[in-house]
C-alpha cells in the first residue's frame, strides 16, 4: 500500500520541487537584469515536464502552482503583476496536450514493460518445457540403446541357436530316413503291404521335416542375419542360368520353357537374387498347369526404380490371396503341392531389406505374374552380355537328342535361337 501510495505522490513532489528550484532562480537572478522570458521559458518547460512524465495530474498541478506563481517571480520585489489572458490560456493548453502526449507515451512504455515480462515468462516456462523434453529424449535414447544392444545380443544368440537347432534336428533326421530306406529296401519284401504303407509314411515325413528345417535355417538367415556387404555386379542372366541350374531335375521333370528377355546388370548380392529367381521359378514350375510350363522373364523401369518379373501359365491365385501368400507358412494347397510355405515370405524379406518391393498380379485359371523392384542406386548398368531375348527349353531325354556340350551337360535346359 505504501509503495503504491509513494508511487502516486513521487510526479506531484518532484514538480513542486522543480518550481520551487526555478522560483528561487528567479529571486536570486531578476535583480541582475536577466531577461523575464528566459525564466517564463523555464517555468514552461517544467511544467511540460511534469505533464510528460507524470501524465494530466501532474501537468495540471503544475499549471496551477505556476499560474499562481509566476506573476510573483516574474516582478520584481515578488509583487502582483497583469498577465496578460491570451498567457493565460496558452499554458494550459499546451499543458494538456503534452500531458496527454506524456500519458500515452506512458501507457505504451506500461504496456511493453507488461509484454517484456510477458515474454520473459514464456521464455523461461519454454525454457524449462525444453529442458523436461530434452531430459526425457535422453532417456528414451539411452533406453533406446539398451534395447538396441539387447536386440543385438538376441539376434546374435537367435542365430546360433537356430544353427544348434537345424544342426541338431537335422542329424537325427538323417539317420530316421537313412535306417527307414534300408528297412524297406532289405525286409520290404517280407512285411505286409500295411507295413510298406507306413515305411512310405515314415520316409515321406522325413523329408518333409528336413524341407522345413532347411526353410526355418534360410528364413532365420535373412531375417536375423545382418545386413552383408558383399553387393556386387551381378548379372540377372547369369543368375537366371543359376537357378534353372539348381531346378535342373524338375525342369526336365515337367518340359519347360524358360524365355529371357533383356536382363540389367545389378549391383546386389548374388546369391539372394539367385535365390529369389529359383523361388519364382520354382512356384511357376510347381503349380502347374496341364499343359507344359511356359515362364517368361523380363525387366524394365517403374517409377525410377529397376523391374523385373516372371511370368507363367500356372494355375493362377485368386486376389483374395495375394497378400496372404507372402506371409510365412502361409500355403493354398494341400500335399498335392509340396512346399514349406517359406519360399515367398523369403522372397519379400530379401527384397525388401535391398531397398525394392514385391507383389503379383494374378487370376485363378490365368497364369503368375510377380513382379519386384529394386531401388534405382542399386543400378549399375544394362546387360550387354548375349542376344537381347534368350529362350531356354529343357533338353528331351532320349536317343533323339542332340549330343551336349560339356558346358551344355551342366544345364537343363537347351538355348534356342
Known amino acids: 500500500m505504501l509503495q503504491r501510495l509513494s508511487r502516486i505522490v513521487a510526479p506531484y513532489a518532484a514538480t513542486l520541487a522543480a518550481l520551487a528550484l526555478i522560483t528561487a532562480a528567479a529571486a536570486v537572478l531578476l535583480p541582475h537584469s536577466v531577461p523575464r522570458f528566459l525564466f517564463s521559458t523555464a517555468f514552461l518547460l517544467a511544467i511540460l515536464a511534469s505533464a510528460w512524465w507524470g501524465g494530466y495530474g501532474p501537468g495540471i498541478f503544475a499549471t496551477i502552482v505556476t499560474l499562481a506563481g509566476v506573476p510573483f517571480a516574474l516582478t520584481p520585489g515578488f509583487t502582483a503583476a497583469r498577465i496578460n489572458s491570451a498567457q493565460l490560456l496558452l499554458v494550459p493548453i499546451v499543458s494538456i496536450l503534452v500531458s496527454r502526449v506524456g500519458k500515452g507515451r506512458n501507457e505504451r512504455e506500461a504496456m511493453l514493460r507488461e509484454l517484456n515480462e510477458q515474454l520473459d515468462e514464456r521464455v523461461r516456462l519454454r525454457t524449462r518445457e525444453l529442458e523436461t523434453a530434452n531430459a526425457a529424449l535422453q532417456e528414451r535414447e539411452a533406453l533406446l540403446l539398451r534395447q538396441a544392444d539387447e536386440l543385438a545380443r538376441s539376434n546374435t544368440d537367435l542365430q546360433q541357436f537356430a544353427y544348434i537347432a537345424s544342426h541338431d534336428l537335422q542329424e537325427p533326421l538323417r539317420l530316421i530316413g537313412i535306417y527307414s530306406e534300408l528297412l524297406k529296401r532289405r525286409y520290404g519284401s517280407r512285411i505286409d503291404a500295411e507295413a510298406d504303407t507306413f515305411l512310405g509314411v515314415i520316409v515321406d515325413g ?11 535355417l534360410s528364413y532365420s538367415h535373412v531375417i536375423h542375419g545382418a545386413d552383408k556387404d558383399e553387393a556386387e555386379e551381378v548379372a540377372v542372366r547369369d543368375a537366371v542360368e543359376d537357378a534353372t541350374a539348381n531346378l535342373a531335375a524338375l525342369i526336365r521333370e515337367t518340359g519347360a520353357t524358360i524365355h529371357c528377355e533383356s536382363l540389367p546388370v545389378l549391383v546386389c548380392d548374388r546369391l539372394e537374387i539367385t535365390q529369389v529367381l529359383q523361388n519364382l521359378l520354382s512356384n511357376a514350375l510347381k503349380y502347374r ?11 524394365g523401369m517403374n517409377a525410377g526404380e529397376s523391374l523385373i518379373w516372371v511370368r507363367d501359365n500356372g494355375i493362377g491365385i485368386k486376389p483374395d490371396y495375394h497378400e496372404t501368400i507372402f506371409h510365412p507358412f502361409k500355403r493354398l494347397h494341400g500335399r498335392e503341392y509340396p512346399g514349406t510355405g517359406i519360399g515367398l515370405a523369403l522372397c519379400r524379406r530379401i527384397v525388401e531389406r535391398a531397398g525394392g518391393r514385391i507383389w503379383l498380379e494374378s487370376e485363378a485359371g490365368s497364369g503368375t505374374t510377380f513382379f ?20 531356354l527349353a529343357a533338353r528331351a531325354p532320349g536317343p533323339s537328342a542332340s549330343p551336349a556340350t560339356p558346358e551344355e551337360s551342366r544345364r537343363p535346359w537347351r538355348q534356342q535361337s
Open 289 to 299: 498347369g496341364d499343359a507344359p510350363p511356359r515362364i517368361e522373364i523380363g525387366s
Open 372 to 391: 519386384f523392384t529394386l531401388p534405382v542406386k542399386s543400378v549399375r548398368s544394362k546387360s550387354a552380355q548375349g542376344p537381347d531375348s534368350l529362350t
Open 206 to 216: 522325413v523329408r518333409r521335416m528336413e524341407t522345413l528345417v532347411r526353410d526355418l
